[in-house]
Nanobody, 123 residues
Framework: QVQLVESGGGLVQAGGSLRLSCAAS????????MSWFRQAPGKEREFVAG????????YYSDSVKGRFTISRDVAKNTVYLQMNSLNFEDTAVYYC????????????????WGQGTQVTVSS
């Protein structure tokens, strides 16, 4: 069993920045790939960014590439999402998720999810 607790969301002006955190506990965290997803009102949950358990590979959706950075600190059992140059289209509930195998971009491959944290960007 893996437990994920998210924090760092809030209200920010367009062009501003936020850093989301996801603290993991339970099974050995370093062996899990981790990703961030988001869900805006009236839309399906979408992939945002992912990182393999080794940290050798990172993946980003086209809409956030160059603005968001995913990273992990194995010693602290924590994954981060640094979000820069935020715009109104980034407004959503952001979720972190963990898996031990499978495609990082497919939400159906994840068994463990955080509770979500709201990010609201004013226009």
């Amino acid at each position: 069993q893996v437990q994920l607790v998210e924090s760092g969301g809030g209200l920010v002006q367009a062009g501003g920045s936020l850093r989301l955190s996801c603290a993991a506990s339970g099974r050995t965290f370093s062996r899990y790939s981790m990703s961030w997803f988001r869900q805006a009102p009236g839309k399906e949950r979408e992939f945002v960014a992912g990182i393999t358990w080794s940290g050798d590979y990172t993946y980003y959706s086209d809409s956030v590439k160059g603005r968001f950075t995913i990273s992990r600190d194995v010693a602290k059992n924590t994954v981060y999402l640094q979000m820069n140059s935020l715009n109104f289209e980034d407004t959503a509930v952001y979720y972190c998720a963990a898996q031990s195998s499978g495609s990082l971009r497919a939400s159906s491959n994840y068994n463990y999810w955080g509770q979500g944290t709201q990010v609201t960007v004013s226009s």
